[in-house]
């Protein structure tokens, strides 16, 4: 793949991923996350684990790493709701 | 792209986006979104229009298509907060 077309996406997968921070800090500050829905993280891990071989298929790092840091973060939130509620 | 690798891509976007429709039924339910972080959905917004830009780039319109989708669920979910708090 293109390295510049591979940058972006790796920019494109920094942010996306970078989403979920702030919620994971609003959550731990707050020591509330009664709000969020369990089926949220829950179904975008199972979609970003797809993305992911997506990502081994088409050979783009960019996507592989950006959604492996996603379902990390969703993992943190689900454990972050069952010790909060 | 080879088209069983496009479905597979499809349906990885279909479960990511639908990922988000959870939630916003919960919030529409309880009408509280107080614990949700406002930045969650605007950072993964700019990130899902990136991911959407690299799907044009290298022709992929299940990228396309499950980005699209996020950023509209996004969107939804940050009206619904500004309304319901």
Same mark, same amino acid.
């Given at each position: 793949? /293109? *390295?510049?077309?591979?940058?972006? !996406?790796?920019? %494109?997968? %920094?942010?996306?991923?970078?989403?979920?921070? *702030?919620?994971?800090?609003? !959550?731990?500050?707050?020591?509330?996350?009664? /709000?969020?829905?369990? =089926?949220? *993280?829950?179904?975008?891990?199972?979609?970003?684990?797809?993305?992911?071989? =997506? !990502?081994?298929?088409?050979?783009?790092? %960019?996507?592989?790493? %950006?959604?492996?840091? !996603?379902?990390?973060?969703?993992?943190?939130?689900?454990?972050?709701?069952?010790? =909060?509620?």
């Amino acid at each position: 793949m /293109d *390295p510049s077309l591979e940058l972006f !996406g790796l920019v %494109a997968g %920094a942010i996306t991923s970078l989403g979920f921070v *702030p919620q994971l800090m609003k !959550g731990y500050r707050t020591r509330k996350l009664e /709000d969020i829905s369990y =089926y949220m *993280p829950t179904v975008l891990s199972i979609g970003m684990i797809l993305w992911f071989t =997506y !990502g081994i298929f088409i050979n783009s790092l %960019a996507i592989m790493i %950006a959604n492996a840091f !996603g379902v990390f973060c969703c993992i943190v939130l689900i454990l972050m709701k069952k010790i =909060y509620v």
